[in-house]
Every structure is written in C-alpha cells, then in structure tokens.
C-alpha cells in the first residue's frame, strides 16, 4: 500500500490536506465552546482575558516559517499534520476534566495554522499542480467533515467519546499518520513566484464555512426542514463546489476573470438576500454561496501557485499568520452581540468576511495559469463526495416521527429546563445526560431554554432537532437572540399551533420573547407559554416589563401554563405580578428549594405557573449537573 501511494504522489497531496482539513474543522467549535463555557462560563474569564487567549492561539501560525527553517519543510509538514492528528483524537477522549479537550484542541488548531503555511509553501515548489491538490483536498476535507457531522445529527464526533465516534477518528488519524510516512519530494525547478496576498483569504473562508455555508444546523433553522434534508443540501453543494474547484484550476486565463466576477456577485447576493423564513430561498441562498466561495478560494489558490518570468519566491507566513487572525476577530466579533452592546448586527460580518473574499478573489483573478488539466479522471473525487450523500440519506430513512400519543387520563407531568446551550458544569457538551434526564422525569411536555442550533461557540449542534430524535418527541421552536437560538417546546402530544412572540427587549444584548403553543391532550387543548427572561440581576425593571407581557398573553384564559427561566427570585416584583394577576406556582411555598446553579444551589429563579382551575398534584425538581439548572417538575390535573 505503501508503495501504491508512493508511485501517486498526487493522491498523497489530496489526501494528506483532506483529512487535515477533515479533524481540525471539528477543533474550531470544540476550542470556541471551551473559550465560552469552560473559561468564560466556569472560571468566570472576562472577554478581555479571552481575547487575549485565543489572539495568542492563532498567533502562532506566524511560527510557520521559523520552524520550517529550523527542521526543513517535510519535517514541519509531518510535525503540523501528525500534530493535528494526535491532538484531535485526545480532544475527544472523555477526560474527567474537560479544560485538557480545551488545551488540546488549542494546541490543535495552532498546529493547524502551521500546517496550512508549510503545506501550501512546499506545494508551491513541487509543481502547480500541488497547489491545485491542496485546493481540491481543503474542499474535500470540509465534504467529509460535514458528511459525518449529518451522521451523527449534527452532533460532532470530538463531542463523543463513545467507542464508534472514536473508532471513526482513530481511523482517520490512523490513515493521516500512515500517509505522512510516504515521501513526497520536492520538485526540481523554481517555486511559485506570484505574492501571497490572496492567501489572507483563509480566515475569512473557514469563518463563512463554520458560520454559515457548512453549518447543516442553521440551514435547518432557516428552511424549516429537517437536519438530514438540510445537510443533503449542504453536501450537495459541496459537492458542486468540489467540481467546480477543479475546473477554476483548469480554465484558461481568458476565462477566469468573467469567473471571478460572476462568482462574487453571486456570494455577496448570498450574504446579503434575506429569506425571510421561505425555504426554498434559504436553500438556493445556500448552495449559491457555498458553489461561489469555494471557486473563488480556487482563484485565489490558482493565483498563488503561478509563476511570473521576474518574479521570486515569498512564503506565505504573513498572509497566512494574518488570516488566522483575521478569522479570530471574526469569530469573537460575531458573538459579542449576545455579550455586550456593539454598534452592529452580527451578520454584518458575514458581509464583511465575503467581501474579503471577493477583494482578494478579485486581485488574484487578474494574471494566472492553469493548475491541473482537468481530464475526464478528474471526476472520480465528485463522484466520491457523492458516495458520501449516503450519510445524510441514512439519516432521512431512520428518521424518527413521534408515536402516537399516550392515551390522556386527566394528568399530565410538565417539565421546564434551562439547558446552559448543552453544556454541564464542567462546561462539556453532553447532549446524553441532557437527554436522559428528561427522559426519566417522564414529563410529557417540556419547556426548553438556551437551545443552540448550530452557534460555533456551542458546538454547531443541533439540540432542538438532536433531542427531539432521541426522545422521539413533537417539538417546536422559538427563536429570540437570533434565528438560531431561543426556546423551544417538546411533547408526547401534537402540537397544533405555534406563535413567537417577542419580549421588551430593546438595548438589549439578548432579545426575549415567548413561544406560545396549542397542544392536543386527549381532544382538550393545553395552551403554552415557553419563556426565558432576561438575565441581568440588577435590571429587574426590564423583567417587570416582560412579565407584565406575560400577563397580558395570559388575560384569565383556562388551561394556560407559563413556564420557563425567569430569571427573578420568588419575592421580586417581577414574580410578585405573575402572582398578583392569578396565576399559582407549582412550588408555592416551598420556599427551600432551589434551581441555580446546580453545582452550588442558591436561588430559585425557574418557575411552572397555571392558570387557576388546573391542579397540582406535585411539584419538585431534580437534582442533576447535566446542566447549570435544576428542571422543575409539575404533575398537573386538567379540570
């Protein structure tokens, strides 16, 4: 085998940066969640310290060079790329202490940075059509890291240290390894000669991968569709992306210009259209800017790996060290919104990364030959991604719909519980402990705060969609901060009808609201009110506005229940009007118990309020550091 890939040292320039690519895009949400929950959320880091922090990580791809030079380049090469490959796997591992998942992926991705530079560096001295390998395997490794994410429910395998998710990575690091033990030798002759500018790109490109293009959770968010139609669509236009890569490679020069400006109108309208909830534009905005910015990451590569007549040699250290750092800034930049109060909309963002993008896709688009010679073979590696559509379409015929409901005997078991975005008090994503807390509550509806589908910072996972497979449960979603975070509602009975309303929220870091439902229990209707106030504990004015909302919705209707994380002790003013306008809480009087936080219990600030003629026959919660919260239950009789 050995020999095999030595006799094609194409392969091995396709391969080895595919599955780079493949481990260290699942490094960036496991090292952003760490950042939030772990030092941000556990140790109580400041955003100046974090910043600081992972400043410094991606800093140190500037060592690219300096350490190609102290070890020679194949050295480096086997250094970065194993690197990336070891620490990956022990990122999954299940340690007792997850802050060693968060080093481990920090040093991952600092490897990484390395890896892109000394890869790039020595593929420009091989031979243009290296460059175009690395192109073609970047894009390959982005497919293949996306096809196990819709697998696995868009729950991420370094999230799962269960013996299958870790067998699949210990088989592609197994491989990675193996390949770095094949020579690859330098071509003879002078290296790539054209500047490295274009290069900058890289940050920009993994941030509207990550964000937005590759991220199967948000697409469903925005479509409505299920996660594994949306990831069909997500796959697909890698796919076509990966086709179109190898064909930017080979188009003649005359031709790559009226590309580049095609392709760029293309992502900018991407970025800019707004959907305005309509599925079918959600999913055409989506395979048009993936399609687009992966043929304008080939114009740039195709640019870097051409030669001019005058022209010398330049490593790509600074425009590579720069791009990690503008990728950083994008990435603290986007999700400062829900921290502080900035002068922009985080998709603004989006905006600006493609328009790196296009910039530097222009400049590079103005002189440059072709990489490869894109013969009928060259159609093998599309084909291969399309094997990988399978996944996903694995994931359309198991899909689960809920059962029949329970037959209704006049009680019913609710739940209401703050999920801390998926993450214990150790500050890992644990989606399982999640789940089967709910699921041995025996609650046959559930009110659900802090639900992420698809936030970089909290692992791009899909909970709503993720949960409401593992419980085989109806569910429904309200988004408050924005289209892919806020509250949702799962039950063993249909839900009939949902309106998401918004809460008093303005100036706001985090926006609020309520998600009302209708559900069918037995032929009666339950109505619903699923809610989460805002946070600040000295801004107990803004909840009184909220809960005065609440009130409001209520207005004396029957068979009402509001629930969720009020954020408010039981004697604020904001508590003592949910009482005052009739309602009863389920732990009335029972002023010991408490539901925050979980690891060190001192207030009670969540709460199952009902409408005057429903009966309670017992509430409690229960105990658990699945999350920072304490679910409440509520059995309740309907009169």
């Known amino acids: 085998?050995?020999?095999?890939?030595?006799?094609?040292?194409?392969?091995?320039?396709?391969?080895?940066?595919?599955?780079?690519?493949?481990?260290?895009?699942?490094?960036?949400?496991?090292?952003?969640?760490?950042?939030?929950?772990?030092?941000?959320?556990?140790?109580?880091?400041?955003?100046?310290?974090?910043?600081?922090?992972?400043?410094?990580?991606?800093?140190?791809?500037?060592?690219?060079?300096?350490?190609?030079?102290?070890?020679?380049?194949?050295?480096?090469?086997?250094?970065?790329?194993?690197?990336?490959?070891?620490?990956?796997?022990?990122?999954?591992?299940?340690?007792?202490?997850?802050?060693?998942?968060?080093?481990?992926?920090?040093?991952?991705?600092?490897?990484?940075?390395?890896?892109?530079?000394?890869?790039?560096?020595?593929?420009?001295?091989?031979?243009?059509?290296?460059?175009?390998?690395?192109?073609?395997?970047?894009?390959?490794?982005?497919?293949?890291?996306?096809?196990?994410?819709?697998?696995?429910?868009?729950?991420?395998?370094?999230?799962?240290?269960?013996?299958?998710?870790?067998?699949?990575?210990?088989?592609?690091?197994?491989?990675?390894?193996?390949?770095?033990?094949v020579h690859m030798p330098l071509a003879e002759g002078p290296a790539a000669s054209n500047d490295g500018l274009g290069w900058l790109a890289i940050g920009p490109f993994l941030f509207l991968e990550l964000v937005v293009f590759g991220n199967i959770a948000r697409l469903s968010a925005l479509s409505g569709f299920s996660s594994p139609i949306a990831s069909m669509f997500v796959l697909g236009a890698l796919s076509l992306g990966l086709v179109g890569i190898l064909w930017v490679f080979s188009l003649s020069e005359r031709h790559i210009r009226l590309l580049t400006l095609i392709s760029s109108l293309c992502l900018i309208l991407s970025l800019t259209g707004i959907s305005d909830g309509v599925a079918f534009v959600s999913l055409i905005q989506q395979v048009l800017g993936q399609l687009a910015v992966v043929l304008l990451f080939g114009v740039i590569l195709r640019y870097i790996g051409g030669r001019k007549a005058d022209g010398h040699s330049e490593s790509l250290n600074l425009p590579n060290g720069l791009g990690m750092l503008v990728f950083v800034i994008l990435l603290l930049g986007y999700y400062a919104v829900y921290q502080v109060a900035v002068p922009y909309d985080n998709t603004v963002l989006e905006l600006v990364a493609g328009l790196i993008v296009v910039g530097l896709a222009l400049y590079s688009g103005r002189e440059s030959l072709p990489l490869l010679d894109f013969k009928s073979d060259r159609f093998i590696l599309p084909a291969m991604s399309v094997l990988l559509l399978t996944l996903p379409l694995l994931g359309l015929l198991t899909y689960k719909t809920p059962p029949s409901p329970p037959q209704f005997e006049g009680s019913l078991r609710i739940m209401t519980y703050n999920l801390h975005n998926g993450f214990n008090t150790q500050g890992k994503l644990d989606m399982e402990a999640l789940a089967r807390v709910i699921e041995d509550s025996g609650a046959d509806v559930v009110a659900l705060q802090e639900i992420s589908r698809g936030w970089v910072i909290s692992g791009r996972v899909d909970m709503l969609e993720w949960l409401s497979q593992r419980l085989n449960m109806y569910s429904a979603f309200g988004a408050t901060a924005d289209e892919y975070w806020g509250n949702a509602i799962l039950s063993k009975y249909p839900i009939l009808d949902t309106h998401n309303v918004s809460l008093e929220s303005e100036g706001l870091p985090i926006k609020r609201g309520y998600l009302n439902a209708v559900l069918d229990v037995g032929g009666r209707y339950l109505y619903l009110a699923a809610t989460h106030l805002h946070h600040v504990p000295e801004e107990g004015d803004v909840r009184l506005i909220q809960a005065g909302e609440l009130a409001d919705f209520w207005d004396n209707a029957p068979a009402t229940i509001i629930l969720g994380d009020f954020n408010a002790e039981p004697d604020s003013e904001e508590i003592d009007l949910l009482r005052q306008a009739g309602l009863s809480d389920s732990l009335e009087g029972q002023t010991s118990v408490l539901t925050y936080h979980s690891a060190d219990l001192y207030q009670r600030i969540d709460y199952i309020w009902a409408s005057p003629e429903i009966e309670y026959i017992d509430s409690y919660t229960i105990v658990s550091l699945a999350s920072d919260h304490l679910a409440i239950i509520a059995d309740i009789r309907l009169s």
């Open 1 to 181: 085998m050995k020999k095999f890939f030595q006799e094609k040292p194409g392969a091995v320039e396709f391969l080895l940066p595919a599955l780079v690519f493949t481990l260290a895009i699942s490094l960036f949400p496991l090292f952003g969640s760490g950042m939030t929950w772990i030092l941000g959320d556990r140790f109580g880091q400041g955003a100046g310290v974090l910043g600081l922090i992972a400043l410094t990580v991606f800093s140190l791809s500037f060592l690219a060079k300096p350490l190609r030079r102290f070890i020679c380049s194949y050295k480096a090469i086997i250094f970065s790329a194993g690197g990336v490959g070891i620490l990956s796997l022990l990122a999954q591992i299940g340690f007792s202490e997850p802050l060693l998942n968060f080093v481990c992926s920090a040093l991952g991705l600092s490897l990484f940075g390395i890896f892109l530079c000394v890869y790039l560096d020595s593929a420009r001295v091989r031979g243009p059509s290296a460059v175009g390998h690395f192109g073609a395997g970047a894009v390959f490794g982005l497919l293949l890291n996306t096809a196990l994410s819709a697998g696995f429910g868009t729950y991420d395998l370094l999230n799962q240290p269960s013996f299958f998710p870790l067998l699949i990575s210990a088989v592609i690091v197994g491989f990675l390894l193996f390949l770095l033990t």
